[in-house]
């Protein structure tokens, strides 16, 4: 290969020379200026960080070479118009470009992109203002670099969590707007992050921008005047209160899509509940799965469990509390009866349930008493306050802190189970019933014996069905321990897809074997979602090969991973 010339990134975009590069950096510049442009020159750059400080250029938990997934360069715009302004010149200079938030998507591929060479969008880093937060309509209107910690912080500095609860999920550093375009969820009440959107402000591929909902009306009386900016536009009063608008419900197509970047997003708050308290409750054996999933399902449908509950495996817990090396010396997995073992010492179940009742204390009262009642059909079940448990290290003080919409860092300590800790989530969609449960689990620890890699999942309880997620934890500086981690989650898709059960979200190396799972009608969904692709972003510029989508610009069968 010819000598780097300086200026050259690690990686060039697919189909660019060194100087068509450097031309378009040298636009970019212009656009954010030049202490908003970082090109990825040399290897020794590619530092992976952890989640404290992430790195927004390639994989931290890299499946494959570190410098795979890995952009040029990466330009962070300071306002709107500049991420227009960004979006027309890569459809000039026909340069693919990644957007992210904060880039802590962290077992997903983090603010990787998915064409090496790709220009990341670093949309945090400059837009990050809290625009409003409005306690009568109870929502918040946020741009992209708004984490859940900065919320709660906002919220705290203005004294206004008396009044809204943010729903967080398990770690407090990612951003709200990539978290819920991602449909991410948290664990109160208001845990399906999606569902609790409301409008958005989306630049399309072509640099256009809209307002979904009824943020496409100008509100006069809100302070919509002629002349000013667009994105500077007082929303109309209702932007933040009404999802719909009138006509087609646009906003679902710019989640997990290629199709836009949002820029704003209204995002609901819960009111104060007027009371609290988080609970676990633990049951003592494997086998125990069953019935505590079907107790669960009523009571979730019926909304006696009000949150977004989380059913652990031991496993879980054992691994915030030490890495693997703690409880034995083998490589193997641990054994049934090493887990038993584990949990004794613990004072833990096989399968941990930790949830959260809401509201003044007689609706708690009688919302405990009925759930009580229901699990105390499991031999063995134990009830516990977080004042039950130690202080040091205990799980439950820590839900007890993320159940009521304040963000942790703490649940992170499960990735240094194995040394190098790294990991990726495998995690498929499943009915609430005890067969589902079970077969699921079965079909995992099956497989995660193989690969010799433990079995470190849990039960999330969404409103009709459950997010069963498994952290495939992986030691990164061993390429055997990757292999074995991308040989698992490639057979376990497999596995999962022939019972019907498929992913909600995935990382950037098997987005294309789980968009092919999806294959209806001879992928009739593929062909629609190619279609709105190719006809939005006729280049293929904005995040080309995400979710599996390729635009018409690339030779698909040669890109599928
Ligand atoms: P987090 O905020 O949790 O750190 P990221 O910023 O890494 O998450 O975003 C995760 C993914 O979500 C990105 O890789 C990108 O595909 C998508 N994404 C994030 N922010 C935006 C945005 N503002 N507009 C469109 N897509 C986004």
Redesign the pocket.
């Given at each position: 290969a010819a000598a780097k010339a300086p200026g050259d990134p690690l990686v060039l975009p697919p189909n660019t020379s060194s100087e068509h590069f450097r031309n378009f950096i040298k636009r970019a510049r212009e656009i954010t200026g030049s202490e908003n442009v970082f090109v990825v020159e040399r290897e020794d750059q590619l530092v992976d960080g952890n989640y404290m400080e992430p790195n927004k250029t390639h994989d931290m938990h890299h499946l494959f070479d570190r410098s795979y997934f890995t952009s040029s360069a990466t330009v962070a715009p300071r306002n709107v118009p500049e991420v227009q302004a960004m979006m027309r010149l890569c459809n000039e200079f026909d340069i693919p470009v990644?957007?992210?938030?904060?880039?802590?998507?962290t077992g997903?591929?983090?603010?990787a992109p998915r064409v090496p060479g790709s220009i990341g969008l670093n949309?945090?880093k400059n837009m990050n203002r809290v625009l409003e937060v409005n306690t009568d309509g109870a929502y918040a209107l946020v741009e992209?670099g708004v984490t859940y910690y900065d919320m709660h912080q906002y919220l705290e500095k203005n004294n206004l969590r008396e009044k809204v609860w943010l729903d967080v999920p398990d770690l407090g550093?990612?951003?709200i707007?990539?978290?819920a375009?991602?449909r991410g969820v948290g664990y109160s009440p208001y845990g399906d992050h999606w569902m609790m959107h409301c409008g958005l402000e989306v630049v399309l591929p072509n640099g256009e921008l809209i307002r979904t909902g009824m943020g496409a009306m100008p509100d006069r009386t809100a302070g919509h005047r002629d002349g000013l900016r667009p994105d500077e536009q007082p929303g109309n009063r209702a932007w933040q209160l009404f999802n719909y608008g009138f006509g087609p419900y646009n906003d679902g197509i710019?989640t997990q899509s290629s199709l836009?970047?949002?820029?704003k997003m209204g995002i609901w708050l819960m009111p104060n509940p007027g009371g609290y308290q988080a609970y676990m409750i633990t049951f003592p054996r494997d086998e125990d799965l069953h019935e505590v999933i079907e107790i669960i399902r009523p009571l979730r449908v019926q909304m006696v469990l009000q949150n977004v509950p989380t059913l652990r495996s031991l496993s879980m817990d054992a691994a915030v509390h030490h890495p693997k090396s703690y409880y034995t010396d083998s490589d193997a997995a641990l054994s049934d009866a090493q887990l038993d073992k584990i949990a004794k010492d613990l004072d833990l179940g096989r399968w941990n349930f930790y949830g959260a009742l809401y509201g003044p204390e007689p609706i708690r009262n009688v919302l405990w008493s009925v759930i009580k009642e229901s699990f105390s059909k499991i031999p063995g079940a134990k009830f516990y306050f977080p004042e039950d448990r130690p202080e040091e290290n205990s799980i439950l003080r820590t839900r007890a802190q993320t159940l009521q919409g304040i963000p942790t860092y703490d649940e992170l300590r499960w990735i240094d189970w194995l040394p190098n800790g790294a990991h990726l989530f495998f995690s498929p969609i499943s009915k609430i019933t005890g067969d589902d449960a079970v077969l699921q689990y079965q079909i995992t620890r099956k497989r995660c014996e193989e690969a010799g890699l433990e079995a470190i999942c849990d039960f999330v309880v969404g409103m009709r069905e459950m997010h069963h997620i498994v952290c495939i934890v992986f030691n990164r500086e061993d390429p055997e321990s990757k292999r074995r981690a991308l040989w698992l989650i490639r057979t376990l898709i497999d596995d999962c897809a022939k019972y019907g059960w498929g992913e909600y979200r995935t990382h950037l190396a098997v987005m294309d074997q789980i968009a092919n799972t999806y294959n209806f009608n001879d992928n009739a969904q593929m062909k629609l979602n190619e279609q709105i692709k190719n006809s939005l972003d006729p280049k293929g510029i904005l995040?080309p090969g995400?979710n599996g989508i390729w635009p018409q610009s690339y030779h698909k069968d040669s890109w599928v991973l």
């Open positions: 990644w957007p992210f938030s904060i880039g802590r998507n997903y591929g983090g603010a949309l945090g992209p550093g990612g951003s707007i990539g978290n375009v991602e710019f836009g970047i949002v820029v995040a995400k």
